[in-house]
């Protein structure tokens, strides 16, 4: 069984405390009602991706993939990204069908995120079948959108749709 919080590096991992939120408590404190919270679970075990976005800094994004990761069927396999430093190498060594790419963030604001080619060849590997939980700075799922499809990382029109559910807190 994987455990997400056993990623090394994960924001949503054991360095933040064993008191961290779990989907019941995000419901319990009106972050989510239980409509969303349905639905959102039913995208994990369906595998889509997940964009979870919020314009501020500390609005939970990484608290709400976190929760959500948490209810991955156990056969699934989580692979975290390492932003400027990613090769991508683990795409010849995992099944993308059982597979979720784990971003930290989609920006170009420190080297731990993923940003221009890197997101590029996120995107060629959601094509394969995998899928991503990532989180983004935005406000918007509109503009989600056109950060994926502007310079530098040009996601085409055809393929924007492997982004799958963006979250916006």
Request: glycine share 6%; hydrophobic share 45%.
């Amino acid at each position: 069984m994987n455990d997400v919080q056993d990623e090394p590096g994960w924001w949503g991992g054991r360095d933040r405390g064993v008191d961290r939120l779990n989907l019941l408590d995000l419901i319990s404190n009106g972050t989510l009602d239980f409509k969303t919270a349905a639905v959102l679970w039913m995208l994990v075990e369906s595998k889509s991706s997940l964009m979870v976005a919020a314009a501020p800094q500390l609005a939970g994004k990484t608290t709400l993939t976190t929760a959500l990761l948490d209810l991955l069927p156990p056969s699934y396999t989580t692979v975290l990204t390492q932003g400027r430093a990613e090769d991508f190498s683990f795409l010849a060594d995992t099944d993308p069908a059982r597979t979720y790419i784990l971003v930290p963030e989609l920006n170009d604001h420190t080297p731990a995120y993923l940003w221009g080619d890197k997101v590029t060849t996120l995107f060629g590997a959601l094509e394969r079948g995998y899928s991503v939980a990532a989180t983004i700075h935005a406000d918007t799922p509109a503009q989600v959108v056109a950060m994926l499809m502007a310079d530098p990382v040009s996601i085409p029109t055809e393929s924007i749709h492997h982004a799958g559910a963006v979250v916006n807190l």
